[in-house]
């Protein structure tokens, strides 16, 4: 019991919760980038390039015998993982780089000056009606 009371404890603890939402929200952002290249960047650079579509580019290691497969080197799908791969890090680069400039901004605003204790306003109003007196 004790060792089930100690995972619960670890599994409710806030990094945790953090951690699993941050998971979520990454494998939902990677499927977006994956799109985004796949269905927007590719093809115009595929247009450039002559036509070429990456995800097909393949050499072909041994030819398929009778019902067996062929073995092929599909590099083509490698380099889209790789252009996938720098546009996911240049895209969390952008938002550290936005939240950072938010963060320094936030640092740079002047600080008001703290209010006077009461002490201080207290001693404050003797000394003017001390000085009223005189």
Do not use: C
């Not at 919760?17 to 290249?37: E, R, W, Y």
């Not at 072909?60 to 015998?65: G, I, N, P, R």
């Amino acid at each position: 019991m004790n060792m089930l009371r100690e995972f619960k404890e670890f599994a409710v603890r806030g990094n945790v919760v953090d951690m699993a939402v941050g998971i979520i929200i990454g494998g939902a952002f990677g499927k977006i980038i994956s799109s985004l290249v796949a269905d927007v960047v590719m093809p115009p650079i595929g247009v450039i390039l002559g036509g070429v579509n990456f995800s097909h580019l393949r050499i072909t290691l041994k030819e398929a015998v009778g019902s067996g497969p062929s073995v092929t080197l599909n590099y083509g799908a490698f380099l889209q993982t790789l252009i996938d791969f720098g546009i996911v890090v240049f895209s969390v680069f952008l938002l550290v780089k936005a939240i950072n400039a938010m963060w320094r901004k936030q640092a740079e605003a002047p600080v008001p000056p703290p209010a006077p204790s009461p002490e201080s306003v207290l001693l404050s109003e003797i000394r003017d009606i001390l000085k009223a007196q005189r």
